[in-house]
């Protein structure tokens, strides 16, 4: 124990100094998205992600809003695990069809006022798959559709830009 003590004590501290991360154009959005939130749904928008048959990338975008530098909570926006207290179902993927009753029953779950968000091109369209034998393709296929956030996937500043715009409406 003695000899790992020691070693630390020579060694010091070999990490690098902390330095915040901040980003203007995030920060401005944010403060719009905040505001908008705050008047239109008293403060607190919830989302309930649905994965209806995507390859995750655009999963992987959507859970990076809750890293600690995006923090979208800190907006006001947060995501729930029951579509019971959701506002806005956020859909990534094509529509397998094993998904579709699943989401359709997902968005009768949803209480009124309710929106639907096709996030990236697979959402958006169907993407290189396309209505097929195990696709419906886009979400708007199966539900209406209130917003679109394109790309593959879209980047985190894209996600809240797409909200922004949905509830500024």
Known sequence: MNKILSKIARTGIVTET?????????DRLGAELKATID??????LAIRQVDAGSCNAC???IAALGNPF???????????????????????????RHMQAA????????????????VGTCA?????FGVNYASCGAVGNVLAVD???PGCPPTPEDLVRGLLSLISR
């Open 124 to 128: 958006a369209g169907g993407g290189e």
């Open 103 to 118: 989401l359709r029953a997902t968005w009768e779950a949803t209480p009124e006022p309710k929106w639907v968000v096709a």
């Open 70 to 96: 995006y923090d979208v909570e800190r907006y006001g926006v947060h995501f729930v695990a029951s579509p019971r207290h959701a506002d806005v179902l956020m859909v990534t993927g094509p529509v397998s």
């Open 18 to 26: 902390f330095k915040p991360l901040t980003d203007p154009e995030l």
């Open 147 to 149: 917003a679109v956030i």
């Open 59 to 61: 999963e992987l975008e």
């Open 39 to 44: 008047g239109r749904f008293a403060g607190s």
